[in-house]
């Protein structure tokens, strides 16, 4: 297969996706009978806010991540029967009109542009939808990677992790499990802004709990989110440095084990983040009752000795960062106040 090397032939200020996607393309796509691959969900520990190109989704800042290990999205396609594409979600039909079709054809779309190929796709969450649990980010990275088996395209990991920054900007990190770092690149053209697994080895005990506040499918999405936070945040000017800053210094304690300093820059950087929203507007709250009630108990067990942190994405759940030995003394004081936790082994999967 040959991947034509063309240079864009448009400015590159209105670069889009697809004439990104076209010059990694063969002439003629040749799918396969089936195709079925799974990419976990990742919770950001260094968090992307704040895009430099909203077409290509081109960040800010350099971001940092866990993988859920076996939580995120299975998705599967196959030539469609109909001569019609369908999408399943959950094993739900859903209908051509629907939001979520529309975004999953519009990607695949880039691929088989003008090519008369219908597809039938049956995606399955294992995780929340819509619900700050990054379903977004396990989805695009699933599709991503499934349409390379399915198309036969036989591209490079960072290609294929452009590919699904473009479907959603954390999609960039969902393609490998483990701590995953996402260069925010300086190209016009994105390619240089991939993600790659940070070669630590595995933190066993390394644990994340998730606790569910809110399933509901939040009103500002992530998109919006930041593009208010860009222009009204006075804070956000600060933004920039102080995530690199914690970017570093998250990237250091993984490697070093420092699981305190990894929890403390985790925890900071995603209330500063919380900070830049709040500090918009219209102010942007994610944050429930339910999840300042997590956040105080999460305080007070800390004032009780134990290491243990959180961090919180653009929705209501607050997900906790702990060492497998102080596991059950966190889910019980959860469980006290009422909050339930799913825990994680990220290395446990794979
Ligand atoms: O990938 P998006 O567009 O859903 O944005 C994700 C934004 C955060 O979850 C808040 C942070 C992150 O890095 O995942």
Redesign the pocket.
């Known amino acids: 297969m040959t991947h034509s090397t063309q240079s864009p032939t448009k400015s590159t200020e209105t670069l889009t996706p697809a004439d990104v996607v076209v010059r990694y393309l063969p002439d003629t796509l040749t799918p396969v009978s089936s195709a079925t691959v799974f990419a976990p969900s990742?919770i950001?520990l260094c968090?992307?806010?704040g895009k430099r190109d909203s077409a290509l989704?081109l960040p800010i800042n350099a971001?940092l991540?866990i993988s859920l290990g076996n939580l995120g999205t299975t998705t599967t396609l196959r030539p469609s029967e109909t001569g019609r594409d369908s999408l399943t979600l959950n094993g739900k039909a859903l209908s051509e009109s629907d939001k979520f079709f529309t975004k999953v054809f519009a990607f695949i779309d880039l691929f088989r542009h003008s090519q008369p190929l219908p597809i039938a796709v049956e995606t399955v969450n294992n995780i929340p939808t819509a619900a700050?649990l990054?379903s977004?980010?396990s989805g695009f990275g699933a599709l991503t990677l499934v349409i390379n088996e399915f198309f036969q395209l036989n591209l490079p990991s960072r290609v294929l992790s452009a590919f699904a920054r473009m479907g959603?900007?954390?999609?960039s990190r969902s393609l490998y499990h483990g701590f995953v770092e996402w260069h925010k690149g300086e190209q016009a053209d994105g390619m240089d802004s991939f993600a790659e697994p940070i070669d630590s080895g595995a933190w066993s005990d390394f644990r994340v709990g998730v606790i569910e506040i809110s399933v509901a499918e939040k009103k500002i999405q992530?998109?919006e989110g930041?593009n208010r936070t860009v222009s009204t945040s006075w804070l956000y000017p600060r933004w920039e440095t102080q995530a690199q800053h914690d970017f570093d210094a998250l990237r250091n304690a993984i490697v070093a084990r420092d699981f305190q300093r990894l929890g403390e820059v985790a925890e900071h950087n995603a209330m500063s983040?919380h900070a830049t929203m709040i500090s918009s507007w219209p102010p942007i709250v994610y944050w429930q009752p339910e999840s300042v009630a997590a956040m105080q108990a999460v305080w007070a067990l800390r004032e009780r000795g134990i290491p243990v942190y959180f961090t919180m994405?653009?929705g209501p759940n607050v997900k906790v960062l702990f060492l497998a030995e102080h596991e059950t003394t966190i889910v019980e004081a959860l469980r006290t106040n009422g909050l339930a936790m799913l825990v994680v082994e990220p290395f446990a999967q794979y």
């Open positions: 990742n950001a968090k992307y806010w989704n971001s991540s700050g990054a977004s980010a959603s900007g954390s999609a992530s998109r930041m983040m994405d653009a």
